[in-house]
């Protein structure tokens, strides 16, 4: 179809011209196509422009945003920028009130500060393309998303938002996992707690307590960078340790952060001391070998609290000896766990035990054994004779201090290494097996079991906090600094569960989704105008699922820049 254009000439000789709608079709009796007028406009000068103009706004709604555009004569295309993963982040951060609460705790400072935009695009950023601070200011902010109102924020303004953060971070963590656990009807019986070690790019540990952040009185903080145990293999490095509590579903209730050399069951009390008077109901803890210790259980049962913990098993305590050994049947919970119970002791030195068996984790621990066990049968093949003088050779050395072959060798008077069969038998006992201890006799073998596996959730947090949302590195120094770093990470994780359970997809396809909505800017005429892209179907669906409204289709428009 086009706009057809005939001229009529009056007696007077003037000319009146009329438009009409047309279209070519195909006249088979004169065979070519001839003009058929699908409808008339009327006189070009009796035409009603207005009513004209919005049948084409219309039409062109059902053209895409670019080639719209471009039909229009004079509009010329500026700029775009993602918007969509930045609305829906926004959107949920104000469902779960967080907006106001740092307004609230704003107004006692009583300073017009932006705190709550400036936090706000910090965990923003978070969850679209974490980086920098400096690099979130100077480049994210202003060039890589649409960020309405991100003239407003300096540098500055970040950093102190972190002292601020800081300052109040148990009332705002504690207000904002009620809010949370309201919204997403969280089941808070179960608190899994684990801890993992983030190291930093430096060389030296920090030796002095510093004095810091101003918004918390000039708060003291103990040296944070130190060596300890690294959970990733870089004892070499100065490192701290975060705690993390979630729900079953994954969703984090509180962090901490502790000194480098801080080891795991002494962070228990701490934990245990911050949730009393979460109104948290029936709280069971859940936390793996590492917690488990004489002082933490006793810890863990003041007032009547309740745990599920792992127990290490080749300890030469009485697990080894008097739980793995004990005669009884396997209980069938499901396809791929058994579980039997155990009870050590009796009166106030009872102990309750359930050994949990999963038959497909030990067929593959079996599996992955022999190809250990052929590997370092070559090696010892391979071993020369020591030269006289000389106690063993290097390479003897190096097989000894790796982890992969040193439990399975023992080593002869002589120095020569063999494999030690009583070590293999031991650990074909141990296959697809582990042992949890808990001080709640309401919950069945069972519970206990499925309580325990569920930990894998704060595995997968810890994954998500260092993979996806780049927690590392860590470019802070002040030690409020890096606390509350790792505390904005906490709660852009807690905005990703939120997603994910809402849509059952993970973060990372859904916020691909998200980023196909654009707001593009466009020049018409002296006007320039920002404005929103259609939504797709799977788009719009999506929002659905995540009970938000779309964003705004215009955003502005202003008078274009001189030229």
Not at 455 to 479: A, N, Q
Request: proline share 4%.
């Amino acid at each position: 179809m086009y706009l057809r254009t005939t001229r009529r000439k009056n007696a007077d000789g003037s000319v009146v011209e009329y438009y009409q709608l047309a279209e070519n079709v195909w006249d088979p009796e004169k065979g070519c196509a001839v003009a058929k007028v699908v409808y008339n406009f009327g006189r070009a000068d009796e035409l009603d422009h207005a009513a004209l103009q919005r049948l084409a706004k219309s039409l062109l709604r059902v053209v895409p945003g670019e080639e719209a555009m471009a039909a229009e004569p004079g509009v010329r295309i500026r700029n775009a920028w993602p918007c969509g993963t930045i609305h829906a982040v926004d959107a949920i951060w104000r469902e779960l009130g967080i907006d106001k609460v740092i307004a609230g705790l704003a107004r006692r400072h009583t300073t017009k500060q932006p705190f709550e935009r400036a936090l706000f695009a910090m965990v923003a950023n978070r969850t679209h393309e974490p980086c920098s601070k400096l690099y979130c200011r100077e480049q994210w902010l202003g060039e890589e998303v649409y960020f309405p109102g991100e003239e407003v924020l300096e540098l500055e303004h970040l950093y102190r938002a972190m002292d601020f953060f800081e300052a109040h971070k148990e009332e705002v963590e504690k207000e904002i996992f009620f809010r949370t656990a309201d919204l997403m009807k969280a089941d808070v019986d179960l608190i899994f707690y684990d801890t993992t070690s983030l190291h930093f790019e430096v060389d030296e540990e920090d030796e002095l307590v510093r004095q810091g952040n101003e918004l918390a009185g000039g708060r003291e903080y103990p040296p944070l960078r130190k060596r300890g145990l690294s959970k990733n293999g870089r004892s070499d490095a100065p490192q701290i340790v975060v705690g993390l509590a979630v729900t079953r579903d994954g969703l984090p209730v509180r962090s901490w952060v502790f000194p480098g050399q801080t080891t795991d069951v002494t962070t228990v009390e701490k934990v245990k001391e911050d949730l009393r008077g979460w109104r948290l109901g029936r709280c069971v803890f859940v936390g793996d070998a590492g917690m488990n210790s004489e002082e933490n259980r006793r810890t863990l049962s003041l007032g009547g609290g309740k745990y599920i913990l792992a127990a290490r098993m080749r300890a030469g305590d009485e697990v080894s000896r008097e739980v793995l050994t004990r005669a009884g049947r396997y209980q069938e919970v499901a396809d791929n766990l058994r579980v039997k119970e155990v009870v050590v002791g009796e009166g106030e030195r009872r102990q309750r035990y359930v050994v949990c068996s999963n038959p497909e984790e030990a067929e593959r621990q079996a599996s992955h054994r022999k190809q250990v066990l052929e590997e370092l049968g070559h090696e010892l093949a391979s071993l020369r004779k020591p030269e006289r003088g000389e106690s063993h050779s290097k390479r003897t050395c190096q097989l000894i201090s790796t982890p992969r072959f040193a439990r399975y060798l023992r080593q002869t008077r002589r120095g020569a290494l063999k494999i030690d069969k009583a070590a293999v038998r031991a650990e074909e006992k141990l296959e697809g097996k582990w042992v949890v201890t808990s001080n709640d006799d309401t919950l069945s073998a069972e519970d206990l079991a499925l309580g325990y596996k569920q930990l894998m959730r704060v595995e997968s947090c810890w994954r998500t906090i260092k993979s996806g949302l780049r927690t590392r590195p860590v470019f802070h120094w002040k030690p409020h600094r890096i606390s509350a770093h790792v505390s904005l990470c906490v709660l852009a994780l807690l905005i990703e569960r939120i997603v994910e359970i809402r849509t059952g997809q993970t973060w990372r396809n859904v916020r691909a989704q998200l980023d196909t909505i654009k707001v593009v800017e466009y020049q018409r005429g002296a006007a320039v105008v920002r404005q929103t892209t259609e939504l797709r179907d799977d788009v719009e669906a999506l929002l659905r699922l995540l009970k938000i409204d779309p964003p705004p289709r215009l955003h502005s428009v202003a008078a274009a820049p001189a030229s």
